[in-house]
C-alpha cells in the first residue's frame, strides 16, 4: 500500500506522491508526508551526515534515496519540483541496519529534474544539517539522456590519498554531467587489506587514510559494512553521489576474489570464516545496507534487516532505452582449478543460472526500447588470467562455446531468433578500456547477429591486470579500440589518472547511440555513433 503526497507530472500538473512502504527500508514504521508551503526550519546539528547522501534505480516513475544517520533516528525528506514541495517521513535506523536508511518514491512523474533536501530527526526531535540532493527521472517520450559506467574502486591497496585529491576520476564523471551511473561492480575489494603508506617508482609516497576495516580481510558483517563506508569518505564521490543517481551490481571482490557458493576459501588471511556462502551472506547484507537499491523489509520476528533481493533486474529508461543488470556471481557453479585444455573437454554450469538467463531472454524479448543495453559483471572474451580458478566466461580457446561460454552462445541464438534489435554489452572488472565487435563471420559460432561490447575501468584501481590485447575469439571480437598500463611495471601500479576510465552512452532524442570512452581526466579517447536498428 502506498501513501499520497503529491507529484508533479510531465505537463507540469500537480498530481501524485507515493512512497512505496513494502520497499522502504527495515526498521521503518509508519511513512506519512504533509503538503508544505516551504521548508521546515531546522535546527542545528548534532552531527553531520559524514557518508552524506545518494539516489538510485532512477526510471521513468521512480527512485530510491539513500543516507546514513550519525545516530538512531528517522529519515526525513524534502522533495521539490518547480514551486510545490512535499515532507516525507521516511524509515526510523538503528544498529541493526549500520544507520543506513532508504525511501523509494514511486509515481513520479518522467523527465522532470527534482531537488531533494535529507536530514535525520531523532525522537527528541533534534535534527541533523540538511544534505541536497538532486536527481532527474528518465523521460518517456523520445528525449536525450546520457548514462555513465564503470568499476573497480579501491583495488590492489589503494584507498584514498587526500594529497594527491582523493578518487578524483568521480569529479570527471560529475564533470560529464550524465543522467545516471552504472557501477558495474567490484565496489569495495574487502579481499585486499591496505597499507598506510607506498613508495612509488618517482620515489613519492602513496600515502592512504585508513580505518581499521580497510587494513583487514572482511570476514565478520562489521568489516564489511566498513568496507563500504570507506568510500564514502572521498569528497569527489559524495559530491558526484549527490548528484549523479546509480544502479549497482556486484562481482567478486565484495566477498572475495573469485568466490563461488559453495567453495571453502584456502587462501591466506582467511583466518575466522573460509566458507565462501557465509561470508557472502554478510557480504550482500552490507552490500544491500549501503546501495541506493529497493530492499524489502522483514516482518519483525525475522529480525535480521533483509529478505534475499534479487540483484539481477531491469531498469526502465523509456523510450530509448531499457538496462539489464546481470548477476553473475550468485548463481554460478564452481571455478574449475585445471588447466584450459582440461577444462574445454567439460561442461561446468555456467556463470548466470537457468532461472537468469531465461528471465533475460523473457524481458528482452519483452522490451520495446531502441536500446537494450546489458550490463554484466565480466567481459565476454577477457581470457583466463591463470590457469587454476578460471573465473570469467571464456576458456581462453577460439574453437566453438564450451563450458561457461555454452550459456553466452544460447543467449546470443535467443537474440537472433526472435528477432530482438539493438542488443549491446557493458562491463568492466578488467582494469582498462576496449571496444570489441562481435560478428558471426570471424567466430567459431555464428548463429548470432552482429553486436558490441564495452568495456570501461578501473575507478580508482591498479590500471592493469588483465592484457588488453589478448582475447578469446569464440564469438568473432575484433578489437576497435583498446587502452590499457602496460606490463613493464613492477608490481601493482598507482591509480594513475590517465589509466583510471569511465564510458558514456550518449542518446540522442532521434534515438542515435554515441558511446564515448573516457580516461579519468574525462579526455575522449575514443567513441563511435550506432544508429538505431531499423
Avoid at 88 to 109: N, Q, S, Y
Avoid at 419 to 424: D, E, F, K, P, S
Amino acid at each position: 500500500m502506498a501513501l499520497a503526497l503529491g507529484l508533479w507530472d510531465d505537463q507540469s500538473k500537480l498530481g501524485e506522491l507515493r512512497v512505496g512502504r513494502r520497499t522502504t527500508m527495515v526498521g521503518s514504521l509508519a511513512v506519512g508526508g504533509v503538503f508544505l508551503g516551504r521548508g521546515p526550519a531546522l535546527v542545528p546539528k548534532r552531527k553531520d551526515l559524514t557518508t552524506g547522501v545518494r539516489s538510485g534505480e532512477v526510471t521513468t516513475d521512480s527512485a530510491v534515496l539513500w543516507s546514513r544517520a550519525a545516530d538512531p533516528g528517522r529519515m526525513m525528506v524534502r522533495l521539490e519540483s518547480g514551486a510545490r514541495r512535499a515532507l516525507v517521513k521516511g524509515p526510523w535506523t538503528d544498529g541493526r541496519t549500520d544507520l543506513t536508511a532508504r525511501i523509494h518514491l514511486t509515481d513520479l512523474a518522467p523527465g522532470r529534474e527534482y531537488d531533494a533536501t535529507v536530514w535525520f530527526e531523532d525522537q527528541d526531535g533534534t535534527r541533523t544539517v540538511p544534505e541536497p540532493l538532486s536527481f532527474r527521472t528518465a523521460p518517456i517520450h523520445a528525449a536525450a539522456q546520457s548514462v555513465v559506467w564503470s568499476g573497480d574502486m579501491n583495488g590492489q591497496g589503494w584507498g584514498i590519498d587526500r594529497r594527491r585529491g582523493g578518487m578524483t576520476t568521480f569529479r570527471s564523471i560529475l564533470d560529464v554531467r550524465p543522467d545516471l551511473f552504472i557501477n558495474v561492480g567490484d565496489t569495495i575489494y574487502a579481499d585486499e587489506p591496505m597499507e598506510e603508506t607506498t613508495r612509488l617508482l618517482d620515489g613519492s609516497l602513496w600515502r592512504n587514510e585508513l580505518t581499521h576495516e580497510v587494513t583487514v580481510i572482511a570476514q565478520t558483517l562489521a568489516e564489511f559494512r566498513g568496507r563500504h563506508r570507506y568510500p564514502l569518505r572521498d569528497d569527489n564521490l559524495r559530491d558526484f553521489y549527490a548528484t549523479v543517481p546509480s544502479v549497482v551490481q556486484w562481482d567478486d571482490h565484495e566477498t572475495a576474489n573469485n568466490w563461488w557458493p559453495g567453495e571453502f576459501i584456502t587462501e591466506d588471511g582467511y583466518d575466522r570464516e573460509r566458507r565462501a556462502d557465509v561470508l557472502a551472506t554478510r557480504a550482500r547484507r552490507a552490500w544491500q545496507e549501503y546501495q541506493p537499491v529497493p530492499v524489502k523489509r522483514l516482518v519483525p520476528r525475522d529480525g535480521d534487516g533483509f529478505v534475499p533481493t534479487r540483484i539481477y533486474r531491469k531498469v526502465p529508461r523509456g523510450q530509448h532505452l531499457d538496462l539489464f543488470l546481470l548477476d553473475m556471481r550468485s548463481h554460478r557453479g564452481p571455478n574449475s582449478d585445471n588447466d584450459p585444455a582440461v577444462v574445454r573437454r567439460r561442461l561446468p554450469a555456467g556463470l548466470l543460472g537457468r532461472e537468469q538467463e531465461e528471465w533475460l531472454v523473457r524481458e528482452l524479448r519483452r522490451s520495446t526500447a531502441t536500446w537494450k543495453i546489458i550490463s554484466i559483471d565480466q567481459p565476454l572474451s577477457a581470457p583466463p588470467s591463470q590457469v587454476w580458478d578460471l573465473d570469467g566466461v571464456s576458456n581462453g580457446d577460439d574453437g566453438r562455446p564450451l563450458g561457461r561460454e555454452q550459456e553466452i552462445g544460447r543467449i546470443l541464438s535467443a537474440v537472433k531468433r526472435h528477432g530482438i534489435t539493438g542488443v549491446h554489452f557493458v562491463t568492466a572488472d578488467v582494469h582498462y578500456t576496449a571496444a570489441h565487435h562481435y560478428a558471426p563471420e570471424r567466430a567459431a559460432f555464428t548463429d548470432f547477429e552482429p553486436f558490441w561490447e564495452f568495456v570501461s575501468g578501473p575507478l580508482s584501481c591498479s590500471p592493469f591486470t588483465f592484457r588488453a590485447d589478448e582475447i578469446d575469439r569464440t564469438f568473432g571480437p575484433e578489437t576497435a579500440f583498446s587502452h590499457s598500463k602496460d606490463f613493464t611495471y613492477p608490481g601493482m601500479a598507482p591509480p594513475e589518472p590517465t589509466y583510471q576510465h569511465f564510458g558514456e552512452l550518449a542518446i540522442a532524442a532521434t534515438g542515435e547511440l554515441t558511446v564515448v570512452l573516457r580516461d579519468g581526466t574525462g579526455a575522449v579517447l575514443w567513441q563511435t555513433t550506432l544508429e538505431p536498428p531499423g
